[in-house]
């Protein structure tokens, strides 16, 4: 097999493409806003439904979704499976070498000192440590690249996408992670998922028969 930078990116081009808008626009923020004033103004809108809604998104991003789709895809592909699983595996274990390296306070420790100024959804416990990257959404942007490069309709990768950001933006509404934790788990995500691909789906055991049915499937 000989796949490139450009044969990964065609497949996942309208997703990568959205994508790279959306950095832009964060970038930019980030720019023109500080860090204190992005979090009140996120924390300072919410509601009953989406204190309620928030947890469910989150799930979302939490490793055992990936974990479950990847089983399910072993009925039917191993070698989409292996794709999921070991994308999923090297950003996952990527974002806590960064997040233990880098150490920095989650919103809760950040802003002790003005707890009673913030919004908490209830009955959600709140981490202290190791706020940078988020990785629910290291996972979520990862999941949703590998899911847009092997799916035939790429239309779905619009689905992909606001789903992945739908995950962000629940880590920082439940108070969990900063605006900056968020845009640097996407970037992680996207594009150490890419380069991933890139490398792992050159190799030619994962282009073999055996690899390309699974458990429902696993007639010669």
């Known amino acids: 097999?000989?796949?490139?930078?450009?044969?990964v990116l065609k497949q996942v081009r309208l997703f990568f493409i959205l994508y790279l808008v959306l950095?832009?626009?964060?970038?930019?923020?980030?720019?023109?806003?500080?860090?204190?004033?992005i979090y009140f103004n996120v924390n300072s809108h919410y509601s009953d439904w989406a204190d309620w809604l928030a947890p469910?998104?989150?799930?979302?991003?939490?490793?055992?979704?990936?974990?479950?789709?990847?089983?399910?895809?072993?009925?039917?592909?191993?070698?989409?499976?292996?794709?999921?699983?070991?994308?999923?595996?090297?950003?996952?274990?990527l974002a806590q070498i960064v997040k233990?390296?880098?150490?920095?306070?989650?919103?809760?420790?950040?802003?002790?000192?003005?707890?009673?100024?913030?919004?908490?959804?209830?009955?959600?416990?709140?981490?202290?440590?190791?706020?940078?990257?988020?990785?629910?959404?290291?996972?979520?942007?990862?999941?949703?690249?590998?899911?847009?490069?092997?799916l035939k309709n790429k239309s779905w990768s619009i689905l992909l996408f606001i789903t992945a950001i739908l995950v962000g933006c629940s880590r920082m509404y439940l108070s969990e992670h900063f605006f900056e934790d968020v845009t640097a788990g996407s970037a992680l995500g996207v594009f150490i998922t890419i380069f991933w691909l890139c490398w792992i789906d050159n190799k030619a055991f994962l282009h073999s028969a055996k690899w390309n049915r699974g458990l429902l499937n696993r007639k010669e």
């Not at 950095?23 to 004033?37: N, R």
């Not at 939490?62 to 039917?76: K, Q, R």
Request: proline content about 3%; some cysteine; aromatic content about 14%.
């Open 1 to 7: 097999m000989n796949i490139g930078i450009k044969d």
């Open 23 to 37: 950095l832009l626009c964060c970038l930019a923020i980030k720019l023109l806003f500080s860090k204190e004033t």
């Open 56 to 93: 469910y998104f989150t799930d979302l991003g939490n490793g055992w979704t990936t974990i479950i789709l990847a089983l399910i895809l072993v009925l039917f592909n191993y070698r989409k499976a292996f794709l999921l699983a070991s994308a999923y595996a090297v950003t996952s274990l």
């Open 100 to 150: 233990h390296i880098v150490s920095a306070p989650r919103p809760a420790l950040f802003f002790s000192n003005r707890l009673s100024e913030i919004h908490f959804v209830k009955g959600m416990y709140l981490d202290k440590f190791d706020s940078f990257p988020s990785g629910h959404t290291v996972t979520a942007f990862s999941t949703a690249v590998v899911l847009t490069y092997l």
